[in-house]
């Protein structure tokens, strides 16, 4: 992939924000509603040879010009699992992780866990080798649900690790729910709400059920002759969410984007998200991860026999990358931030010499007349049912040749 290649030559900036994702594909069991990289038959010796492969890619990729001598302004570990390896496993990857690029002054090192794989001694783990924001992977409280979603986790060890984890003092403790899961009742979903409330977490991200094609749920509908898939529809799971945000409120929580509520906006940030959002680069490290540099997009290999094989070979593990545009930027970094719920017209005209209400003046008249937003003098509101559905929304603001990828109705 020459195009990466050229990146990697340039001189290290001196402007822009470094993140540092690593991807860990691993998990106890495959939830139905899955549609990641993920693998679980791996053994100890599979998996370190996994990391082993992981760490010869960031070494290559941080000996290069574009990249030596750079601190992380924030570090992310996704999966999958992260909370699957070990506590040995964990420190052996952070410390060589640290070794080539620092994250002694990050703002965030943010670390997914699923609550069944967390106990006094991960959980300690975890806080030591540095991470300040723990995401639980709660998705909802009753065992029936989270057994016939194919979550491995069941509710009394949500408890258990959410209060030891407070104990040790985590910065921010993020938890997830998720609207419309298979077998979702209105009045389970009003429990859970009101479950999350008392727990008092720093923030809540709310995901809207999606089937995308490459999950197990949606091979099982395919195999039986169904069109309809068996969670709830989109304005039921919609109308749960505005539930949700109205309670969490109720309770002294700030919705802060389309997907999430935070107890306290002024400290708690989702530095990941907001960096990369603005532009920041985003060293990507693991199968099937996404990274940007310098202004190119790259994707890893999608399985781990090919990305290892590459990496053995010496040579980049990406399957495919490209160089984005003056517009692909703006179009992207007004799209995300459009999930935010407020948009400035500012900031663009001021970053890439663009104005929104002029780039986007049929789509940004839509909205309004829809009752999706208002349009005022420094810049666009979402409504609460704009927000609500906003994925749907914003794929009339992609370029031509990306509107065909709808997934939402």
């Known amino acids: ?8 030559q340039r001189p290290a900036p001196s402007n822009i924000p470094l993140g540092v994702y690593f991807h860990i594909p691993f998990c106890r069991k495959r939830c139905h509603f899955c549609y990641f990289k993920v ?5 100890a010796g599979e998996i370190k040879a996994y990391i082993d492969a992981g760490m010869r890619e960031m070494e290559r990729l941080a000996s290069q010009p574009y990249l030596k001598g750079r601190k992380a302004h924030f570090v ?36 997914e866990a699923e609550p069944g794989t967390l106990n006094e ?5 975890i806080r030591e080798v540095g991470v300040t924001r723990l995401s639980l992977g709660v998705e909802n409280f009753d065992d029936h649900i989270l057994e016939s979603n194919g979550r491995a986790h069941r509710s009394g060890e949500i408890g258990k690790a959410y209060n030891f984890a407070r104990s040790l003092g985590f910065e921010h403790i993020n938890i997830d729910l998720i609207a419309g899961m298979m077998n979702e009742t209105e009045e389970n979903w009003k429990v859970c709400v009101a479950k999350a409330i008392e727990m008092q977490p720093d923030a809540v991200t709310i995901y809207q059920m999606e089937v995308p094609y490459n999950t197990t749920m ?10 309809t898939a068996p969670v709830a529809d989109w304005q039921t799971k919609r109308d749960w969410v505005s539930y949700a945000f109205d309670e969490f409120q109720k309770a002294g929580y700030t919705v802060t984007s389309a997907y999430t509520v935070v107890k306290d906006p002024k400290r708690i940030k989702f530095v990941y998200r907001d960096s990369l959002w603005d ?3 985003l060293l990507s490290c693991g199968v099937a991860s996404f990274g940007h540099l310098g202004g190119v997009h790259y994707q890893n290999q999608a399985d781990v026999g090919p990305y290892m094989q590459a990496v053995d070979a010496g040579t980049l593990p ?18 995300l931030k459009l999930k935010l719920g407020r948009s400035e017209w500012a900031p663009y005209i001021q970053k890439y010499g663009e104005d929104p209400r002029k780039h986007f003046g049929p789509q940004l008249d839509s909205l309004a007349k829809e009752g999706f937003a208002t349009l005022d003098e420094a810049g666009i509101s979402l409504t609460r049912a704009g927000l609500l559905q906003v994925d749907r929304l914003l794929h009339d603001f992609f370029l031509p040749q990306h509107r065909q990828y709808a997934r939402y109705t």
Not at 218 to 227: D, L, S
Request: proline letters at 5%; zero cysteines.
């Open 1 to 8: 992939v020459p195009v990466v290649e050229e990146v990697l």
């Open 39 to 43: 693998y679980t038959d791996k053994n």
């Open 121 to 125: 001694t991960k959980l300690t783990g």
């Open 318 to 335: 990406i399957f495919r990358a490209y160089q984005t545009t003056h517009e692909d930027r703006f179009v992207r970094e007004f799209i």
């Open 279 to 281: 532009g920041a680069d």
């Open 218 to 227: 949606y091979q099982q509908m395919k195999a039986e002759g169904k069109v």
């Open 76 to 111: 992310y570990f996704g999966g999958g699992t992260p909370s699957y390896l070990s506590v040995p496993q964990l420190k052996d990857l952070t410390d060589r992780m640290k070794a080539l690029v620092p994250w002694d002054e990050a703002e965030e090192v943010a670390f």
